[in-house]
C-alpha cells in the first residue's frame, strides 16, 4: 500500500512538472529563437491574450514562464554546490575508526556510510547521484547497538532508493511551480512516505520496532533536527508524530491529507490552459 502510494505520488508529480517544463521550453525556444511549434499550450495561450489587448498580461505569462526556467536552474546549480561544499568538509571530520566498523559490520565494506566527529545526534542520506550516509559520533554513543543497527538500516533504505535526488526533484518542483499548490501537497506526502518506508523496512530487518522507536525517541528527547542547507533526509525531522503512532500500530490505517483547496487551484489553472488551447486552435 505504502509502495502503490509512493509511486503515485512521485509519478504524478513528475509527469505534472515534466509536461509543465516542457511546454515552457518550447514556447522560451519560441521566443528567443523563432522556433514555430504548432501544438504548445504556453504560446498559443500568449497569442490568444495578445489577440484580447491583453498585453499586460502577456507580460506577467512571459514572466512567470522565464522566472520559473532561471528559479530551476540556479536552485539545481546551488544544490551541488552545497552538497560538494559539505561532503568535503564531512571528509575532514571523519573517524577513519569508527567508518570503517560500521562499514564492515553493516554494508560489507562497501564505504557506504560515514561518520563525523560531531557531538549533536545525527543520522542522514545525503547525495544525488552516489549517495552516503552520514552519522555523527553523537548518536553513536547514544545508541545502544540494537537501535543503532535499526537506524542505519533505515538509512540504507533511502540510499538505495536514491531519496535524496527524488526528494530534491518534488521539492524543486514544488517551490518553482507555486502557482500549481497540488505540488507542494505532493512534496509533504511523499516525504511522509518515504520515511515510513523506510521504518518499514528497518523493522523488517531487525525482527521488530522496538528499537527503532526507541531510538527515534532518543534522538527527540531535548533534541532539535539539526538544519542543513542541501538536500537529504534525515531519520528525525519529518513526520515524528505520524511515524510514532505507525510503529506503535502498524496495522491502523493513516490516510494521508490532500488539501481540497490546493488540489481545486491547481485543476483550475490547468483547466484554464486546455480551454486557451482548445479555443485557439478552433
Known amino acids: 500500500m505504502w509502495e502503490n502510494r509512493s509511486k503515485l505520488i512521485f509519478i504524478s508529480c513528475m509527469l505534472i512538472a515534466g509536461v509543465m517544463f516542457a511546454q515552457m521550453g518550447m514556447y522560451i525556444m519560441h521566443a528567443l529563437a523563432g522556433w514555430q511549434i504548432r501544438y504548445n499550450v504556453i504560446q498559443l495561450c500568449h497569442t490568444m491574450i495578445r489577440s484580447l489587448g491583453m498585453l499586460w498580461v502577456g507580460y506577467i505569462l512571459n514572466a512567470i514562464v522565464f ?3 532561471a528559479l530551476s536552474i540556479w536552485i539545481a546549480a546551488r544544490q551541488l554546490y552545497l552538497s560538494r ?3 568535503r568538509k564531512l571528509m575532514s571530520w571523519r573517524s577513519d575508526s569508527l567508518t570503517h566498523d560500521l562499514n564492515q559490520r553493516y554494508s560489507g565494506g562497501q564505504y557506504s556510510i560515514a561518520v563525523v566527529q560531531c557531538s549533536k545526534p545525527m543520522a542522514f542520506a545525503m547525495g544525488l547521484i552516489k549517495p552516503q550516509i552520514v552519522l555523527s559520533t553523537g548518536l553513536v554513543d547514544m545508541l ?5 543497527e535499526a537506524v542505519i538500516h533505515h538509512e ?14 518534488i521539492s524543486l518542483c514544488a517551490s518553482v511551480m507555486w502557482y500549481i499548490p497540488i505540488l507542494k501537497s505532493f512534496h509533504q506526502n511523499y516525504k511522509i512516505v518515504r520515511e515510513v518506508l523506510a521504518d518499514n523496512y528497518a523493522i523488517s530487518k531487525t525482527g521488530d520496532s522496538v528499537h527503532l522507536g526507541s531510538a527515534l525517541l532518543k534522538l527527540l528527547k531535548g533534541n532539535s533536527p539539526v538544519q542543513m542547507p542541501f538536500s537529504h533526509v534525515s531519520f528525525s525531522d519529518t513526520s515524528i508524530n505520524f511515524r510514532i503512532r505507525q510503529l506503535l ?9 490532500w488539501p481540497f483547496t490546493p488540489a481545486m487551484i491547481s485543476v483550475q489553472v490547468l483547466f484554464a490552459l486546455c480551454t486557451m488551447f482548445v479555443l485557439v486552435m478552433n
Request: proline share 9%; charged share 30%; no cysteine.
Open 67 to 69: 522566472s520559473t526556467f
Open 85 to 87: 561544499r559539505f561532503y
Open 144 to 148: 545502544d547497538r540494537r537501535e543503532l
Open 156 to 169: 540504507t533504505y533511502h540510499r538505495n532508493h536514491y531519496d535524496p535526488l527524488k526528494t530534491f526533484l
Open 249 to 257: 500500530d502498524p496495522q491502523t490505517e493513516l490516510p494521508l491529507k
